[in-house]
């Protein structure tokens, strides 16, 4: 039973234009999200995050948005570069964070000249 | 500043051996958990440890085990080794709750 949901396993998006990722969870109790973006051969690295009690949050090129009422989020990768070509990872972490992160499965990001 | 380290970075064992894989927090961080990623997934969670306590566990066997010391850092343990444990072992930490930084991993491969 999957908590947390990751339904394109690939995306491809022209350099320059938007890339929207997507992620669904099921679990209410989660107090953060996080997103991550893990080349091959490394751990993943940590982009941005964002408190179940705020609907956006925004780091330079990186904004997410968070719509509790539909258990969904997105990250928004403004404009797509070369370099963005990665798997991205949705995880969330219930309250307290003692019982770790729970992941998607990952999107695979393809950043097309 | 020296990012999260983990040791060794690949390792191949066989059926029924034990293994220990290490890791080192970032400066400051007293928190470290640890993650399996098999092909295809995302990381799974395994234990959280802080101030050298067990914290939190995920889903998985007795034979997997960890243990944190004083300098923060970490162990984790896998006994009686199975073909399915071959997988890339994430090790996390963090300074505050909503942020955990990982290391690049130990590929561990069992034949």
């Known amino acids: 039973d999957q908590q947390v949901k990751q339904n394109s396993p690939s995306l491809s998006v022209q350099e320059g234009r938007i890339s929207i990722l997507n992620c669904d969870y099921t679990n209410s109790m989660f107090d953060y999200f996080l997103w991550y973006k893990k080349y091959p051969a490394e751990g993943p690295t940590f982009l941005i995050s964002i408190s179940s009690i705020k609907d956006k949050n925004e780091d330079g090129r990186f904004t997410v948005f968070l719509n509790k009422s539909a258990k969904h989020l997105s990250l928004h990768i403004v404009p797509s570069q070369p370099g963005d070509s990665a798997v991205y990872f949705c995880?969330?972490?219930?309250?307290?964070?003692?019982?770790?992160?729970?992941f998607g499965k990952g999107t695979h990001l393809i950043i097309q000249p | 500043d020296a990012g999260v380290t983990q040791s060794p970075t690949h390792l191949i064992k066989t059926r029924g051996q034990h293994v220990t894989l290490r890791c080192s927090p970032i400066?400051?961080?007293?928190?470290v958990s640890w993650y399996q990623q098999v092909l295809g997934q995302g990381p799974q969670f395994i234990f959280q440890y802080y101030e050298k306590e067990e914290r939190g566990r995920g889903n998985f066997p007795d034979r997997f085990s960890a243990r944190q010391f004083p300098n923060y850092s970490s162990e984790l343990n896998v006994n009686a080794l199975l073909l399915g444990d071959s997988a890339l072992y994430l090790c996390?930490?963090?300074?505050?709750?909503?942020?955990?930084?990982f290391g690049p991993g130990t590929r561990l491969l069992v034949l």
């Open positions: 400066s400051g961080h007293k928190s």
């Open positions: 996390a930490t963090r300074d505050r709750v909503e942020t955990q930084y």
């Open positions: 995880a969330a972490l219930p309250g307290g964070g003692a019982d770790g992160l729970t």
